[in-house]
DNA sequence: TAGGCCATGTAATGTGTTACATGATTAG
DNA sequence: CTAATCATGTAACACATTACATGGCCTA
């Protein structure tokens, strides 16, 4: 049910599901992201449900725009949501599963290809949100606790995700590190062995 | 295709549907999870693709179990995947979400009581993940560039379950800290004010 | 004898992605 | 004239959860 809410949030401006599209690939693409093809659906049925209203208007540039807004239900199943506690989901991570098996390869070597493509992916992520971060700082000064309601609860999310992000690409270096120092014990002298290298240690 | 992979991964040791639930709620879950009524269907999905072979054995309780085993299709189609490069998806936080949203309510005391009932989840799941990377270490060691194949690659993914969890708990203190430092300011000198604030401060 | 675990599955519903289909306006 | 952006949607499929349905064996 989140689609529902984060619209309702998004529409407490006025939108048209083009628009809160652009929203989810600006501004809040680091916690969630919807299509159109799943946006437009998922307005109809909330309208029926009497939490939107919308009406047509003229666009400037294009066909015409469904403009919707929150009415008074919807308004107060924002509230209600927002006011349930927090909300947590189950978290997945496909790459996380895929290192997990990594050992059917047979090579670290694969495992340290892995672990560099995966940090280069979450570094670039993490200069985004740094990036929008500096922006907020260098607009709105470094003491969050002084932006106004919205501002505030805004840049809480992206610091998560700066944490959240960050605390992985440490994860890569200590990874790697791990690597390096189990495949230097593995070719303990001499030349790189086209060899397949199997320490035989401590199980599990 | 994920959940297809992970029961591939997972099946390189036979089992049975019931086994693999067992699985993901004991090793598996800091990434992944699934309920019985999705592993079945798979599994049945998977045998058709000739991914995997099953046959029916009786079982010391209850009724006859159907054992999964791998076929050299199911073990190449893995490590297909495994040699695929990192697949990163979208994150989705629904908490994020309702946070992102708060200033709804106008009363960053909600906000607090949000972020600190999201505290003591996050850092009961971490406490959880801890004991487990303890165990591990109880009985291999605290060099996992020295454990076995596999366990190095489980090692790998237990430590980002904790880098990342133990991230977002920093996460919930910086934020706390400076909900009340916001509410400091709010409330200058005197009593508790049952008074709404409003710091009405630099916008965005 | 009641509840929990073993063990299988189906049905209904909800959520999300990809592909398809259409067409106007504007900038290069 | 061509591509991008504006703007709306449908259809098919993929992925996931919850509820339903069944039944034996074991332990308290």
């Given at each position: 049910m989140s689609l529902d809410h984060i619209l309702l949030g998004l529409l407490r401006?006025?939108?048209?599901?083009?628009?809160?599209?652009?929203?989810?690939?600006?501004?809040?693409?680091?916690?969630?992201?919807?299509?159109?093809?799943?946006?437009?659906?998922?307005?109809?049925?909330?309208e029926q449900r009497q939490m939107l209203r919308s009406r047509l208007e003229p666009s400037p540039k294009g066909p015409n725009r469904r403009?919707?807004?929150?009415?008074?239900?919807?308004?107060?199943?924002?509230?209600?949501?927002?006011?349930?506690?927090?909300v947590v989901g189950t978290e997945r991570f496909a790459y996380l599963a895929q290192l997990y098996f990594m050992d059917a390869i047979g090579d670290v070597h694969q495992t340290r290809a892995f672990m560099t493509a995966l940090r280069a992916h979450l570094s670039r992520w993490l200069a985004q949100l740094q990036a929008v971060e500096r922006q907020?700082?260098?607009?709105?000064?470094?003491?969050?606790?002084?932006?106004?309601?919205?501002?505030?609860?805004?840049?809480?999310?992206?610091?998560?995700?700066?944490?959240?992000?960050?605390?992985?690409?440490?994860?890569?270096?200590?990874?790697?590190?791990?690597?390096?120092?189990r495949l230097q014990s593995a070719l303990p002298a001499g030349a790189a062995g086209p060899e397949p290298e199997r320490p035989a240690d401590s199980p599990s």
């Open positions: 401006d006025p939108a048209t599901g083009y628009d809160l599209k652009n929203t989810f690939s600006e501004s809040v693409r680091h916690f969630w992201s919807a299509e159109l093809s799943q946006i437009y659906p998922t307005l109809k049925r909330l403009v919707y807004t929150l009415t008074a239900e919807g308004r107060a199943e924002l509230l209600r949501w927002l006011g349930s506690g927090p907020v700082v260098a607009m709105h000064g470094d003491a969050p606790e002084r932006y106004s309601d919205a501002g505030f609860h805004r840049f809480a999310t992206l610091r998560m995700g700066i944490h959240s992000i960050g605390s992985k690409v440490t994860w890569c270096d200590e990874t790697l590190a791990a690597i390096d120092r």
